[in-house]
């Protein structure tokens, strides 16, 4: 089984529609595609009405988090999506966007860029607006070369000339949060150091103490000496090792199923799970 559980669509910062994420999941070898958008859970009927024969979804989501200052991202799988707590906090962070992106607009114009609302909002589309769109618009405008060029201390990246926070979750809460809804926890790339600071090894340990099922591995932004440390770090926590592509169509240049997990791992995770289950596609439309 070829198991990717990490993905985005339109309906965050990906450039595939639910329905063409799933199509190309299937056409790509796939077994098993997790969507994962950010704070969103929209895709989720589009996937599903197209889920191509052969193909198993797993809904989730990918919960902005931080911890001591430090961004952070937690893979919800298969929790409930209408459990009130989880849902009252998912819709905190979604709604905090747009003032957050509007205000990164107009740090990038103090600073002589001819980046406008109109530019992002329009690059973002119904999705849920984050940096990846800003990051757009300046590659669009030749600012930077690519969206990961614009994830510097120059431009978006924390604590950069552009970047405004926004409101996160305090992961602890939203382990609990996503536990009390019946889904399954992994800190998403902990050791991405190209994107900022990261979380020590300690902190993965007190969140594997509160309940963390596990931590993504096999990534695109890990070396492979990172990646062996890791593994062991699950090891010594009892926590799940996944991986997976972290799939954003053409925004960034990995591929569906660049990583993947174990089978083993993910029958684990389905087997913790008890707000949603797989859906195992039938030929969708």
Not at 40 to 50: F, K
Not at 76 to 86: K, R, V
Not at 210 to 227: C, F, K, N, S, Y
Request: aromatic residues 4%.
């Amino acid at each position: 089984m070829r198991i990717d559980l990490h993905t985005h669509s339109t309906a965050s910062d990906g450039t595939d529609a639910p329905a063409e994420l799933v199509r190309n999941a299937g056409a790509a070898g796939l077994d098993v595609v997790a969507l994962t958008d950010h704070d969103t859970t929209r895709g989720y009927a589009e996937a599903l009405a197209a889920l191509p024969e052969g193909l198993t979804l797993v809904t989730g989501a990918e919960l902005s988090c931080r911890l001591d200052g430090i961004s952070m991202h937690v893979l919800a799988y298969l929790f409930d999506p209408e459990e009130p707590g989880l849902l009252a906090e998912r819709e905190l962070v979604r709604d905090d966007r747009v003032p957050r992106a509007r205000a990164m607009v107009a740090k990038l114009q103090e600073l002589g860029v001819p980046v406008t609302w109109e530019q992002v909002a329009r690059i973002a589309g119904d999705g849920s607006v984050g940096r990846p769109h800003v990051a757009s618009a300046l590659v669009e405008l030749g600012v930077v070369d690519s969206v990961s060029d614009a994830f510097t201390r120059d431009w978006l990246a924390d604590g950069g000339r552009a970047y405004v926070p926004k409101h996160e979750t305090d992961p602890f809460e939203a382990i609990r949060l996503v536990k009390a809804a019946g889904g399954v926890t992994v800190f998403a790339h902990p050791a991405a150091a190209k994107r900022g600071r990261t979380v020590p090894e300690s902190a993965i340990a007190d969140l594997a103490a509160a309940g963390l099922d596990g931590i993504e591995v096999d990534h695109m932004d890990h070396e492979p000496a990172t990646r062996a440390r890791l593994r062991g770090l699950a090891a010594d926590l009892g926590l799940l090792a996944t991986g997976s592509s972290d799939y954003h169509g053409s925004r960034k240049t990995c591929v569906l199923g660049e990583f993947t997990t174990d089978p083993e791992v993910y029958g684990e995770i389905t087997r913790r799970a008890t707000g949603a289950f797989p859906v195992p596609g039938a030929g969708g439309v």
